[in-house]
């Protein structure tokens, strides 16, 4: 019985895996999705601003203070900053890294970005005991184009594309 007892544990830790693979690739394809959809509403938010500026010009009317315009710029960076959190949920379910410089996907195991050189963030595989999942080392650092004096990051986003107000 021992022989067919170690085939039965092997075939189910099998499955288990293929479960666990599965799993992560209908995740992956929902993030794609969701993914997709943020690049069409980006698409549709600077068509909008197009129409605008055409529109304003054609009128001789400023449209650099226009309300309107502020919004569809507030939304876009909001939807800019959705866009860099699927990719980084889906880099993390493909076991990638995303570098920094040049946002190219990288193998988690490389040191360096395969594309421009740059170093990659180490991710801790460590188990944690209270809910077995990776832990992340990477620091929480603002990854904004404005310095840190002038930061103006929402706490939770850590995309360059972050707006001023955290209300909307």
Known sequence: MGFLEDIFIKAKSAANNLGTKAGKTVDVCKLNVELAEAKAQLKSKFENIGKAVYSSMKSGENIVESKSLESEIIEIDK??????????????????????????????????????GHTLE????????????EKNAQSEECECVNSSDDCSCHSDCSCRFNSSDEND
């Open 122 to 133: 180490i991710r801790c595989t460590c188990k944690s005991e209270s809910n077995n999942e």
């Open 79 to 116: 939807l800019y900053c959705r866009v860099e959190t699927l990719k980084k949920e889906i880099a993390v379910l493909k076991d990638k890294t995303i570098c920094k410089a040049c946002g190219s996907p990288n193998s988690s195991e490389d040191l360096y970005c395969g594309k421009c």
